[in-house]
């Protein structure tokens, strides 16, 4: 079994900042991409940034520039710095990982995390 596990989320102010953090644990080979999700109330879940197993990362034009996405891979973790945070931005925040195992490859997802932006 695999589990995700996410953390970080909160309430802040407009401009003020925080950090996703999303750690996998069971039984994983390796992990290819790791990404983050948002959802917002009566919206679609939208991609936010994503990075490769490289290091390679793309992000959405609404968050360039103001949020960084990382990878520990010794310790499976993916993080999101959300730093001039914006009411827009509020929405519950998934991370999902795609993890080599020993009977093929599966997308995985945390539980989700809300981020409350006040104006």
């Known amino acids: 079994q695999v589990q995700l596990v996410e953390s970080g989320g909160g309430l802040v102010q407009a401009g003020g900042f925080l950090r996703l953090s999303c750690t996998a644990s069971g039984s994983i080979f390796s992990i290819n991409d790791m990404s983050w999700y948002r959802q917002a109330p009566g919206k679609q879940r939208e991609l936010v940034a994503s990075?490769?197993?490289?290091?390679?990362?793309n992000y959405a034009d609404s968050v360039k520039g103001r949020f960084t996405i990382s990878r520990d891979n010794a310790k499976n973790t993916v993080y999101l710095q959300m730093n001039s945070l914006k009411p827009g931005d509020t929405a519950v925040y998934y991370c999902?990982?795609?993890?080599?195992?020993?009977?093929?490859?599966?997308?995985?997802w945390g539980q989700g995390t809300q981020v409350t932006v006040s104006s």
């Open positions: 999902n990982q795609r993890i080599v195992r020993w009977t093929g490859t599966y997308d995985y």
């Open positions: 990075i490769t197993k490289g290091g390679s990362t």
